[in-house]
């Protein structure tokens, strides 16, 4: 069994056991989130797909922790201008476990 489920503004197919990398969510670690939009499920003989969501369907799960990203490095560079430019990003991260699938 599988959902596709919307957490923050980004899609993940999970199963029960998952872990997933989210952007950073306002939780604290070791609580128990219920996820409502759910986009599509299916147990492997059907598929239920929502209009946006599907109904009656919640995928239960926690959250693990919150890190960093790794760094990207952005370099720009001009020919001929003698012009260069290094900047470094670490995206803010949450580590989500799915515990269960209720259809």
């Known amino acids: 069994m599988f959902a596709v489920v919307q957490l923050g503004n980004h ?3 999970v199963s029960e056991g998952d872990t997933v990398s ?20 299916s147990d492997g003989k059907s598929v239920k ?4 969501y599907v109904k009656d369907v919640e ?8 890190y960093r990203g790794p760094k990207t490095i952005a370099f ?3 020919k001929r201008k003698d012009s260069a430019r290094t900047v470094g990003h670490r995206q803010e991260l949450t580590s989500v476990r799915i515990d269960k699938i209720s259809v």
């Open 11 to 13: 899609q993940f197919k």
């Open 22 to 41: 989210a952007d950073h969510l306002d939780f604290d670690a070791g609580q128990k989130i219920v996820l409502d939009k759910v986009l599509l499920v």
């Open 49 to 52: 797909i929502g209009q946006p």
């Open 59 to 66: 995928v239960e799960a926690e959250v693990l922790q919150h």
């Open 76 to 78: 720009h560079y001009r």
